[in-house]
């Protein structure tokens, strides 16, 4: 699934803007501070993964503008759209761009019956707070991924809806045959060792982008088991706790779990978009810069990220690395071109101005 067009509609004083122009790999909104980067990722997440990004950093009561969302998976085009009632409040609905019948759990389909638990911390992303790496990293996200990733084995979201029982039973033979093999093999049954090398598998992954995302500076990362808890392992060798970190280096450990799980998930068929908003809010020019190299490799195979930033040194080796830009203020301006102009108040009649006489009839009249 990639997102093809976003737009916000105007409400409250805030102006139209939208793009039809998303690539299917890195997309980055630029813009200062208060130009609607926040707003328009909160509509991706909110519409998608019923995440909220505003309310997190406005005031109670606010309500952010209505606006929709268009997404393109296997071929269909569906409308995700966001409006605002006075008395109802804010209402989500879905439609097919092609007048087709949509299903009442078409969005959980969309993100492929993933629950929110898994969801939310892993595509959708601010960084305005330090975000919960402490989650990431506990046993219970551990027991959700784990189920996630075994009901992606039963039903995959690439295997149609009508296929997915002669799927199951197909998986379900083949756990058969796995439980008769362990029967006959050593103690230790394969399923388990299979289990613990994909969980290896992973560490390696997120050890890999954390010695991208720090430069070297950290080189792996050891997940917490029973024995122990969460651990990196420096450049020089030491092994430090993760509660010890930098904000920063806590933001590229977070940053280095979750791109190793997407990954993980991709591989069993989610293909979701990736919302990050202001990943470089507290990195150097150093940072800054390793991050940047690993969201292009990233995103180089068809990993569609939406990167909401201010962060101009980002932007300009973003630009240069043939990420897609979009500056908020030409997405005002392109989004009110595309609109149809408003029709003008027709010109005055000379019927209904009034002339004054001329100066020399004036003059006739009283030689007269």
Request: charged share 25%; with cysteine.
């Amino acid at each position: 699934m990639r997102i093809a067009a976003l737009a916000l509609h105007a409400c409250n004083g805030w102006p139209e803007l939208g793009t039809d122009a998303l690539a299917p790999g890195l997309n980055v909104f630029h813009g200062p501070a208060a130009s609607g980067k926040t707003t328009l990722a909160d509509l991706v997440t909110h519409a998608l993964y019923g995440r909220r990004f505003i309310s997190e950093r406005s005031v109670e009561n606010s309500v952010a503008p209505p606006g929709e969302i268009v997404v393109e998976i296997r071929g269909r085009q569906l409308r995700l759209r966001r409006s605002v009632d006075d008395s109802a409040g804010e209402r989500l609905t879905v439609a097919a761009l092609d007048h087709s019948a949509v299903e009442p759990d078409t969005v959980r389909q969309l993100v492929a019956c993933l629950s929110p638990a898994v969801l939310r911390p892993l595509f959708a992303v601010s960084f305005h707070k330090t975000p919960r790496l402490d989650w990431l990293l506990s046993p219970e996200f551990s027991q959700e991924f784990r189920a996630a990733l075994w009901r992606l084995k039963w039903a995959p979201p690439t295997v149609q809806a009508d296929l997915r029982p002669i799927y199951a039973r197909l998986r379900a033979m083949e756990t058969e045959v796995a439980t008769l093999v362990r029967e006959l093999g050593p103690q230790e049954s394969q399923a388990a060792a299979a289990a613990k090398t994909r969980a290896r598998t992973r560490n390696r992954r997120a050890s890999y982008f954390l010695a991208q995302l720090t430069d070297g500076e950290l080189l792996r990362l050891r997940l917490g088991d029973h024995a122990g808890e969460p651990r990196v392992v420096t450049q020089t060798g030491d092994s430090l706790r993760v509660e010890s970190l930098w904000s920063t280096q806590r933001d590229q450990v977070y940053l280095s779990l979750c791109l190793a799980l997407v990954s993980a998930l991709r591989r069993h068929g989610v293909h979701l978009p990736l919302v990050l908003d202001e990943p470089f809010a507290r990195m150097d020019a150093r940072s800054a810069a390793a991050l940047v190299k690993v969201l292009t490799g990233f995103s180089a195979r068809g990993r569609q990220v939406l990167l909401c930033t201010a962060h101009q040194e980002a932007v300009e080796r973003l630009a240069a690395q043939g990420a897609r830009v979009h500056a908020m203020e030409a997405l005002r301006r392109q989004y009110v071109m595309a609109t149809p102009p408003q029709p003008v108040d027709p010109p005055m009649q000379s019927s209904n101005i009034r002339r004054r006489p001329k100066p020399t009839r004036m003059k006739q009249r009283e030689a007269g």
